[in-house]
């Protein structure tokens, strides 16, 4: 076959499988109009796919009139992922899921991220390989075998080949996927894991409606990813977005990166739960020590916010600063990208939370008014504990091609 032809076909039967996924079940007629490929043509590709099993009929279309079409949907048990997710000052989380990230069975291990004299970067990455591989080892054979591929989330850097780069934890560009899916045998993606958050929400919750989007994840640190025009921009050496470290404040405390006031430093989960315990520790805030039953260990995100609704000062204090400072980083990205829509993740922007509210209100206080009157800034949808949702479905965009 003429290989333009093969890969014109190759593209098609990709583009089908992508929208049963994303707005599946869909019948053939819908796909007609869809993807403005002929009936017939869309006959053959999706004969081809029910062969492959990648797609399965499901029921027929409501209609009032004539035929009822038969429905099309993603066949999710094709096979099965591994997903990790990696996430700072928390256990690796470990799941078995379907293809669109139904978990089948999951576990937690806590491993040591950080490089030093004990910990060097290839006992690192073999620990992540043994936890992996354990419970690759404790599935039933028929799991084990439908295994298609691994996808890992990253709280850090993943450049172009997929090494891992990050100076809090001390990785030095480590060939992370290299050495996993030799280990493993099994294809492997990595990304960062604001990217793949951001993916998920873009191309699967919404949907390409917009089509410059910023999506800012808040967290111990802080990402930002950036679609323009549809289009995940990485930058040169695929740190575009790590702004975290962009300079709120040039004149204030210093920041492990170098740098001094950085946005991590106001409205970075761990600081501002640090900055909690300084207050705490100087016996500053009864209501918060009363609600941790005084053990630090119980100091999160959720205790602050309970604090300042039952009346804390100093807790009100802390939340309306890093909400100013969340309000000033917003409008900064507001001028340097003038995007259709804002998307902001993370538990500070919970109901009713006085960080987000805060800072909506210092934006608009900060950018043009035809701005304001435009601007969308939204609230994530992906919940903070189905991260693997956003795994499995990056992990699907990678494999996609390879199974249709
Ligand atoms: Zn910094």
């Known amino acids: 076959?003429?290989?333009v032809l093969l890969s014109e076909k190759a593209h098609n039967l990709n583009n089908i499988a992508e929208l049963v996924i994303k707005k599946g079940p869909l019948s053939r007629p819908d796909l007609v109009?869809?993807?403005?490929?002929?009936?017939?043509t869309i006959t053959n590709l999706t004969k081809e796919l029910l062969k492959k099993r990648v797609i399965m009929e499901s029921g027929k279309q409501d209609s009032d009139f004539g035929r009822k079409a038969t429905l099309l949907k993603f066949n999710e048990k094709y096979g099965y992922f591994i997903n990790v997710n990696l996430e700072a000052s928390l256990p690796i989380s470990i799941y078995l899921s379907d293809l669109l990230g139904g978990v089948i069975k999951s576990e937690e291990k806590y491993i040591d991220f950080e490089i030093n004299v004990d910990n060097s970067e290839e006992t690192f990455v073999n620990n992540i390989i043994d936890v992996i591989k354990a419970f690759i080892g404790s599935l039933d054979e028929v799991y084990r075998k439908g295994i298609i591929a691994v996808g890992i989330s990253i709280p850090a850097v993943v450049s172009f080949d997929e090494s891992v780069y990050s100076p809090l934890f001390k990785w030095d560009n480590i060939p992370m996927?290299?050495?996993i899916e030799r280990a493993l045998n099994i294809p492997t993606f990595l990304e960062n894991i604001a990217r793949i958050k951001a993916i998920y929400e873009v191309n699967f919750i919404d949907q390409d409606i917009d089509k410059n989007v910023v999506y800012l994840s808040l967290g111990t640190g802080i990402g930002m990813v950036n679609f323009y025009d549809s289009k995940l921009i990485k930058g040169k050496h695929s740190i575009a977005g790590e702004i975290g470290h962009?300079?709120?404040?040039?004149?204030g405390e210093k920041c492990y990166c170098g740098n001094r006031g950085c946005f991590e430093l106001y409205c970075g989960e761990n600081n501002l739960i640090e900055s909690a315990k300084r207050f705490l520790k100087d016996g500053k805030s009864p209501i918060l020590k009363s609600i941790i039953d005084d053990d630090f260990k119980n100091l999160d995100i959720a205790s602050l916010f309970q604090a300042h609704q039952l009346g804390d000062k100093k807790v009100r204090h802390l939340l309306e600063e890093a909400g100013r400072y969340l309000g000033f980083a917003l409008a900064d990205i507001i001028n340097c990208f003038d995007p259709d829509k804002i998307i902001v993740s993370g538990d500070l922007t919970k109901e009713g939370s006085i960080v987000y509210d805060t800072a909506i209100k210092e934006v608009k206080k900060r950018i043009f008014d035809i701005i304001v009157r435009t601007i969308s800034i939204e609230k994530a949808k992906l919940k903070t504990g189905d991260m693997v949702l956003a795994i499995a479905n990056f992990t699907l965009g990678k494999i996609l091609k390879d199974i249709v």
């Open 33 to 40: 109009k869809l993807t403005g490929l002929s009936p017939a």
């Open 177 to 179: 996927k290299e050495s």
């Open 1 to 3: 076959m003429n290989p």
């Open 246 to 251: 962009m300079s709120l404040n040039h004149f």
